[in-house]
């Protein structure tokens, strides 16, 4: 299998792809920005697409740079939350209500320069929360670096009632998306 260079920071993303491949990691230097009302699909395969490409200016070797991006979608896009009380208003506005949550991929393949962007969507469906119970998860500060600041793989599964589609992706990485990706298109597989 070809090298593959994960360009991300978040442990989350290195644990899932980790059980799969050996991976070199790279932290993107990109600035997140992002407009509430653009459309999520967009968002993110653009943010997962600028990830790789900074390192792809970077990089040397024979590699397989793969990026990705996560939001939270209900009405407008929720990034990350840069403050406890932002996260308070975040949780309160997707207590007893479905959201979405997209992910971008984007995989370049160092050698030929073949680029193929994606993107994958589940629906989360949360419990109604009490004020009291927003604010003892708060105080847990998982919350921090966690688009719609809440994390699925820790205490926040409290607050989800049921997931409609890909568990990982709500954790950061669609795995078997991004499988389906290099398999199609790289002719590589995690497996």
């Avoid at 792809?56 to 939350?81: H, R």
């Avoid at 479905?98 to 962007?117: A, M, N, P, Q, Y």
Wanted: charge should be negative; hydrophobic fraction near 35%; proline fraction near 3%.
């Amino acid at each position: 299998m070809k090298k593959i260079i994960l360009a991300s920071s978040s442990p989350r993303r290195i644990e899932i792809l980790k059980k799969y491949a050996e991976i070199t990691i790279c932290k993107p230097e990109t600035e997140e920005t992002v407009n509430s009302f653009d459309y999520p699909q967009t968002t993110v395969m653009k943010s997962a697409f600028e990830k790789a490409s900074s390192i792809l200016s970077k990089c040397e070797e024979d590699a397989l740079i793969i990026a990705a991006d996560t939001l939270v979608y209900l009405d407008k896009i929720m990034g990350k939350p840069k403050s406890e009380e932002e996260a308070f208003q975040m949780l309160s506005c997707l207590s007893g209500k479905t959201h979405s949550v997209f992910t971008g991929i984007c995989i370049i393949d160092r050698e030929s320069l073949k680029k193929v962007v994606d993107y994958e969507e589940t629906s989360v469906v949360f419990h109604d929360l009490t004020k009291d119970f927003i604010e003892r998860y708060l105080k847990t500060r998982e919350y921090v670096d966690k688009a719609g600041a809440y994390g699925i793989q820790g205490y926040g599964e409290l607050l989800i009632k049921e997931i409609h589609g890909c568990y990982n992706n709500v954790k950061g990485l669609p795995v078997a998306k991004l499988n389906s990706l290099l398999t199609n298109h790289f002719s590589v597989s995690l497996l």
